[in-house]
């Protein structure tokens, strides 16, 4: 059973960079053709898709959010890691992990982590 | 960037009912549209893939149909489990989410 772990500080000062890390348990990360992806959810609000890396490595990223997201993989620990700079306090949200999956030619969010919430205030 | 346009944003429902929730993409992706489902505090939870297959686990009153731009989520007969909130999300071009429909109780 595929599991999902996000980790890293609650709390983000405006303009700095929040930092998080899925960690994947009950599967390897380098395995299989998945997207390992982020997705964030103001409270209250809907849910706004930021970015995925693929098996491979390659990355594609929600084109509002592109100049300051990165997404990176560490095999080593079978995690994968969000970057988002220059935060404020639209920033703010429950930030999830997940694994996109290929089920035919469609691709569906089957996994999740539990979220974490980020808060960014000075 | 594909748009996708959900309505109602929210509907009240009565146990039994059948309830429809749409979804309408700023063009044409094809079937890659999937259904999701989220309740209070929890992750969203896969419904519905490639607009109408549904997910191993699911109960069948759920269903989706839909190709091109215009798609729909059914619940045949609305259970006291079902209220929850129901996004839409392309996997056309990247992703995008619709903005959700919240179904409360009548």
């Known amino acids: 059973q595929v599991q999902l772990q996000e980790s890293g500080p609650g709390l983000v000062k405006p303009s700095q960079t929040l930092s998080l890390t899925c960690t994947v348990s009950?599967?390897?990360?380098?395995?299989?053709?998945?997207?390992w992806s982020w997705i964030r959810q103001p409270a209250g609000k809907g849910l706004e898709w930021i970015g995925r890396?693929?098996?491979?490595?390659?990355?594609n990223y929600n084109p509002s959010l592109k100049s300051r997201v990165t997404i990176s993989v560490d095999t080593s620990k079978n995690q994968f890691s969000l970057k988002l700079s220059s935060v404020t306090a639209a920033d703010t949200a429950v930030y999830y992990c997940?694994?996109?999956?290929?089920?035919?030619?469609?691709?569906?969010?089957?996994?999740w982590g539990q979220g974490t919430l980020v808060t960014v205030s000075s | 960037a594909i748009q996708m346009t959900q309505s109602p944003s929210s509907l009240s429902a009565s146990v039994g009912d059948r309830v429809t929730i749409t979804c309408r993409a700023s063009?044409?992706?094809?079937?890659?549209l999937g259904w999701y489902q989220q309740k209070p505090g929890k992750a969203p939870k896969l419904l519905i893939y490639?607009?109408?297959s549904l997910q191993s686990g699911v109960p069948s009153r759920f269903s989706g149909s839909g190709s091109g731009t215009d798609f729909t989520l059914t619940i045949s007969s609305l259970q006291p489990e079902d209220f929850a909130t129901y996004y839409c999300?392309?996997?056309?071009?990247?992703?995008?989410f619709g903005q959700g429909t919240k179904v409360e109780i009548k």
């Open positions: 997940a694994r996109d999956e290929y089920y035919g030619d469609s691709l569906g969010l089957f996994y």
């Open positions: 009950g599967g390897s990360i380098s395995s299989g053709s998945y997207y």
């Open positions: 890396i693929y098996t491979s490595g390659s990355t």
């Open positions: 063009q044409g992706i094809r079937n890659d």
């Open positions: 490639a607009a109408s």
């Open positions: 999300l392309q996997d056309y071009n990247y992703r995008t």
